[in-house]
């Protein structure tokens, strides 16, 4: 089976910590992307990460981190810089850097600060 | 004014009716345009994608575009429950890779 993995499904952090989301992929696509995504807004872009080590913030990375390893992996840190984490985390994926490829994305990780 | 722009709704429409749903863009250089459904809790899943000016038709659902008007529309023939959700409008900016500016959305109630 194809696809985008996520886990956890539901994440509850205290303050102060840091959390890591993970993200998989059996699709061997080259580009992975994070977006979260908030009530009334679109999603927004995070990180995005077009080859194996090697990534580029998107419109919202302060208070995150990711790493890009393995071309299957691309886990998010969120770390206790982020001001209000508490979002729906989203991972995609995309077939290279062409503007007509399409991006999947995985199920979801819905983060919630206590 | 926003990169991206759709109506919120909801759009309600009553089952085997056509939905459409609307979107506008402000870069005129944008190359692609994607249309994603979200049923509630749920992540995006892909439906339609359109890259040149007029329409492109995928069984029950035709998106249209026009890039001198910067709008993308999305039409849902013969609705059904089961169409209710929330459709997202993404347009890659010409940015040299694949980057998606998406659009708040727009909920679509169809009604039995």
């Known amino acids: 089976d194809g696809g985008i993995t996520q886990s956890p499904k539901y994440l509850f952090r205290k303050e102060g910590q840091n959390v890591t989301l993970s993200c998989e992929q059996n699709l061997n696509h080259d580009a992975m992307y994070w977006y979260r995504q908030d009530p009334g807004q679109g999603l927004r872009l995070i990180y995005y990460s077009q080859i194996v080590n090697d990534f580029q913030k998107g419109d919202i990375a302060e208070g995150y981190s990711v790493s890009r390893e393995k071309k299957e992996s691309f886990p998010l840190t969120v770390t206790s810089a982020q001001k209000n984490p508490t979002a729906f985390y989203l991972c995609a994926s995309s077939n290279g850097r062409s503007p007509y490829n399409e991006q999947f994305f995985g199920p979801g990780t819905r983060l919630t600060v206590l | 004014q926003k990169e991206v722009e759709q109506n919120s709704g909801p759009l309600s429409v009553p089952e085997g009716a056509i939905a459409s749903l609307n979107c506008t863009y402000s870069d005129r250089g944008s190359q692609s345009f994607f249309w994603y459904r979200q049923y509630s809790g749920k992540s995006p899943e892909l439906i339609m994608s359109?890259?040149?000016?007029g329409d492109k038709e995928d069984g029950r659902f035709t998106a249209q575009l026009n890039k001198a008007s910067q709008y993308v529309s999305l039409l849902i023939r013969d609705s059904q429950p089961s169409d209710s959700a929330t459709y997202l409008c993404a347009v890659n900016k010409n940015t040299g890779f694949q980057k998606l500016v998406f659009g708040t959305g727009t909920r679509l109630l169809v009604s039995p």
């Open positions: 359109i890259y040149s000016n």
